[in-house]
């Protein structure tokens, strides 16, 4: 079907992006001021020292030979060995990888519940007291800053009334959920400013589409006219909204994973950059460019599966 | 019983729609009032923009725009007592579909594009009956098939992107026979279709009408289709109705000069060798409107107090008795009217319909 060929012919175009992503990955991280064999050594600090590590670390070859055995450990799936943490870098991002996606799961949760009713609703009744008092929420949700949102969360639910966990993950299906329910609020409120808003300008022009008119004088009820003509066909193009910005989510983690103390990939990445930790730092840029690529392409894939039309080309 | 005292389905009396948009009012319904009887075609006609659309959606109670207004009544006397324009969205879904039903202008965007062609149908079916899943099934190959779609059995899998316009208009029209409705308003029915279709879907809805016993609202720009099909003839312009006659009294004694115009206009109208005739100007954008008769800017017969004149739809007396005209000098205009040149009789496939359409616009 020539629907899914296009999945195919995106996915070839997009292997230039990853590839132009570990590069500049790959150079950024050099550029930084900061040597890993003299953060390595800290107060044994000799230059001889330095230059051993440095030799057994391959850092004196060239940049292209690094890149090189960069790209050829990615091959292999390890990604190389950790300069600080004694594991290979596969190991560390398997071991990250779970609350990471834990976490983006129930923040991608959190802003469904959120942000369909709120959505369908504000766009049915368009003008009206709930569709006005929808844009306070909208304004406040999108101007600040979402660490902020997670501080203001800790002191309210950890502090003044304190009934969740306000760091850390915890050991178990049940605990896990529990420690990332504030996270992933903190996560999923400005991600629903942007879906309430696409969600309520697609079901209003929905709305008035002459489908709408057909299905209505038929003489059904109301409320399926809205979920199978209007939600249903507003919701087509809410889903590519939603993956794009499930993509971004990616970059969320990482900064409200150190907020909360939660040892996924955002943290990882965090240490490794600030203990200068090459081969990680690469992995784990690779692993999230592959990541957005994934939701993109899942994207598609949903897109196509719900409009009947781009599955026959 | 004379042609008068037959059943009444559907009455609009003094309707007006008003919606607001940030260059003032507009107001596309102004003060129509007509009458559906039992089993007769009544055609409306007007230029693009006249109403028609907006006219035809109020019948069945629905307006432009969330933030439009409305004045006047719509009833379907014995079944619809109250206003049909304030019963909502909820006091009407009985009827919809059941007593009275709308076949749309555009079916290309008519259809849900992501639900198949079946299952649309069906949805219809379901809306006004008990029957089970087997029953519905059978009755939707039934309407196809009285519809015209060939292989509806295989063909109710597909989606509306795999259909023709002629095949949607006629899913569409199966539709609106799905819950067997006594008055059908067909809005444009034909005017997004090629030529040939067009006079296929046209036959096809006279056909049901006949055979279903319907009453059916006609609406065309096209006065020579009107002419061919309907009993009686509303014409509008502006958002008005400016004549209400029986087809054949419209043809011969046109009271209003919009009317004559248009009438002129026909091809067939004059002979071969002359060029037809055009209204010069444009007809009024409805924003904003100023009193006195619509017509004032292109009509032959204004005089000054025609502006200032409040319009209202008169009663014609001597030889057009019946019609009714919104001119105040219809009674002393003998307006002049094409020599026998238009066929009325209800056979479509007869009359040549291929020539322009009727030549209004801005000359
Ligand atoms: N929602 C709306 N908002 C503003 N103006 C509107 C709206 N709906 C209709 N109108 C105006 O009302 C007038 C009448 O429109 P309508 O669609 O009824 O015309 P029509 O006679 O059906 O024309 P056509 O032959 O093109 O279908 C037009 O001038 C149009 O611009
Ligand atoms: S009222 Fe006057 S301007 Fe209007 S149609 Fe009659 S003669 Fe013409
Ligand atoms: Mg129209």
């Given amino acids: 079907m020539a629907g899914w060929h296009l999945i195919g012919r995106r996915l070839v175009q997009l292997i230039p992006i990853v590839v132009g992503i570990t590069i500049v990955s790959f150079v950024l991280i050099r550029i930084v001021p900061g040597d890993p064999a003299t953060l390595i050594l800290g107060n044994h600090y000799t230059p001889e020292g330095a230059a051993q590590i440095r030799k057994s670390l391959g850092l004196d070859q060239s940049v292209i030979v690094q890149y090189g055995r960069f790209l050829r450990s990615a091959l292999t799936g390890s990604f190389g060995h950790s300069y600080s943490l004694d594991a290979s870098v596969g190991h560390l991002i398997s071991r990250g990888l779970g609350a990471t996606l834990f976490l983006i799961a129930m923040a991608g949760f959190f802003t469904a519940l959120l942000s369909i009713p709120i959505g369908v609703f504000a766009g049915?009744?368009?003008?009206?007291?709930?569709?006005?008092?929808?844009?306070?929420?909208?304004?406040?949700?999108?101007?600040?800053?979402?660490?902020?949102?997670?501080?203001?969360?800790?002191?309210?639910?950890?502090?003044?009334?304190?009934?969740?966990?306000?760091?850390?993950?915890?050991?178990?299906?049940?605990?896990?959920?529990r420690h990332l329910i504030l996270p992933s609020i903190t996560l999923a409120i400005p991600f629903s400013t942007v879906l309430v808003r696409s969600l309520r300008s697609s079901v209003i022009e929905t709305m008035s589409a002459d489908y709408v008119t057909t299905a209505l004088l038929k003489g059904i009820p109301w409320r399926r006219v809205v979920l199978r003509h209007i939600v249903r066909n507003a919701g087509m193009s809410v889903v590519v909204v939603f993956g794009v910005n499930l993509a971004f989510l990616v970059g969320g983690t990482v900064v409200i994973e150190n907020v909360f103390s939660i040892p996924g990939l955002g943290s990882l990445l965090v240490n490794a950059v600030s203990t200068r930790d090459y081969p990680v730092v690469q992995g784990l840029t690779l692993f999230f460019a592959l990541f957005v690529l994934l939701v993109n392409l899942l994207t598609d894939a949903v897109h196509i599966a719900i409009d009947p039309r781009l599955a026959a080309g | 019983m004379t042609e008068c005292d037959r059943n009444v389905v559907l009455r609009a009396d003094d309707v007006c729609v008003q919606?607001?948009?940030?260059?003032?009012?507009?107001?596309?319904?102004?003060?129509?009032?007509?009458?559906?009887?039992?089993?007769?075609?009544?055609?409306?006609?007007?230029e693009t923009g006249s109403g028609k659309t907006v006219t035809c959606r109020s019948l069945l109670g629905l307006m432009p725009s969330p933030r439009a207004t409305h004045t006047g009544t719509v009833t379907y006397p014995g079944v619809v007592d109250d206003n049909v324009l304030a019963v909502g969205r909820k006091g009407m879904r009985r009827h919809w579909g059941n007593y009275i039903a709308m076949i749309p202008q555009n079916p290309m965007t008519s259809l849900n594009p992501v639900h198949r062609i079946g299952a649309q149908i069906e949805e219809a079916v379901a809306a006004h009956s008990t029957m089970s899943r087997a029953e519905r099934r059978s009755r939707v190959?039934?309407?196809?098939?009285?519809?015209?779609?060939?292989?509806?059995?295989?063909?109710?899998?597909?989606?509306?992107?795999?259909?023709?316009?002629?095949?949607?208009?006629?899913?569409?029209?199966?539709?609106?026979?799905?819950?067997?409705?006594?008055?059908?308003?067909?809005?444009?029915?034909?005017?997004?279709?090629?030529?040939?279709?067009?006079?296929?879907?046209?036959?096809?809805?006279?056909?049901?009408?006949?055979?279903?016993?319907?009453?059916?609202?006609?609406?065309?720009?096209?006065?020579?289709?009107?002419?061919?099909?309907?009993?009686?003839?509303?014409?509008?312009?502006?958002?008005?109705?400016?004549?209400?006659?029986?087809?054949?009294?419209?043809?011969?004694?046109?009271?209003?000069?919009?009317?004559?115009?248009?009438?002129?206009?026909?091809?067939?109208?004059?002979?071969?060798?002359?060029?037809?005739?055009?209204?010069?100007?444009?007809?009024?954008?409805?924003?904003?409107?100023?009193?006195?008769?619509?017509?004032?800017?292109?009509?032959?017969?204004?005089?000054?107090?025609?502006?200032?004149?409040?319009?209202?739809?008169?009663?014609?007396?001597?030889?057009?008795?019946?019609?009714?005209?919104?001119?105040?000098?219809?009674?002393?205009?003998?307006?002049?009217?094409?020599?026998?040149?238009?066929?009325?009789d209800a056979t479509p496939a007869e009359t040549d319909r291929s020539g322009p359409i009727v030549g209004v616009h801005a000359g």
């Fill in chain 1, 124 to 177: 049915l009744h368009r003008g009206g007291i709930f569709d006005q008092s929808t844009r306070v929420f909208l304004l406040i949700g999108f101007a600040l800053p979402g660490f902020l949102l997670g501080v203001v969360l800790i002191l309210v639910f950890g502090v003044k009334v304190p009934i969740l966990p306000i760091n850390g993950y915890g050991t178990g299906f049940l605990s896990h959920v």
């Fill in chain 2, 19 to 46: 919606i607001p948009t940030p260059a003032g009012p507009v107001t596309p319904v102004d003060h129509v009032s007509l009458e559906l009887r039992q089993g007769e075609v009544l055609g409306i006609v007007g």
């Fill in chain 2, 141 to 344: 190959v039934e309407l196809m098939s009285r519809v015209g779609i060939p292989v509806p059995e295989k063909r109710l899998r597909d989606f509306p992107h795999q259909f023709s316009g002629g095949m949607l208009q006629r899913t569409l029209i199966a539709i609106a026979l799905a819950g067997n409705p006594q008055v059908l308003v067909a809005d444009e029915p034909t005017t997004a279709l090629d030529v040939i279709i067009q006079d296929q879907i046209l036959s096809l809805l006279i056909d049901l009408q006949r055979d279903l016993g319907m009453s059916l609202i006609l609406v065309s720009h096209d006065l020579s289709v009107i002419a061919q099909i309907c009993d009686r003839v509303g014409v509008m312009y502006g958002g008005q109705l400016v004549e209400l006659a029986s087809t054949e009294r419209l043809l011969r004694r046109p009271q209003h000069p919009y009317t004559a115009a248009l009438l002129k206009s026909l091809p067939g109208a004059v002979p071969r060798n002359e060029p037809l005739a055009t209204i010069t100007g444009a007809p009024p954008r409805l924003v904003n409107l100023p009193p006195g008769c619509r017509f004032v800017p292109r009509c032959s017969h204004v005089e000054p107090a025609c502006a200032e004149w409040e319009t209202e739809l008169i009663p014609v007396g001597g030889a057009a008795r019946g019609s009714l005209v919104r001119c105040r000098r219809h009674a002393e205009l003998e307006l002049s009217t094409p020599a026998d040149g238009i066929s009325y």
